[in-house]
């Protein structure tokens, strides 16, 4: 991950987070309607991976969000 692009997936999992908490669910729920492992999950929301499209999808149908949303970075 490029230095200058940190904050974005910094923001991008603090999203994740806040929808995650808002469906009420927890990491290892969250990664398991997603099929994805918890661990990934942890890495997304401290914004230390990347995520394929297919996994961006996944998660919204599960947390009930469009793409957009997700990507919706507040200040």
């Known amino acids: ?8 997936y910094e923001q991008f999992g603090l999203n994740v987070v806040y929808y995650r908490k808002r469906q009420r ?3 290892l729920q969250l ?3 997603a099929d994805v492992d918890r661990s ?3 890495a997304i929301e401290l ?4 995520v394929s499209f297919d996994v961006i999808f ?3 149908e599960v947390l009930q969000i469009t793409p957009k949303e997700l990507f ?3 200040d």
């Open 47 to 50: 914004g230390k991976v990347g």
């Open 58 to 60: 996944k998660l919204c």
């Open 25 to 27: 669910l927890t990491q």
């Open 72 to 74: 919706d970075f507040r």
């Open 31 to 33: 990664a398991e309607l």
């Open 1 to 8: 991950m490029k230095k200058e692009y940190e904050k974005y």
């Open 40 to 42: 990934h999950i942890s």
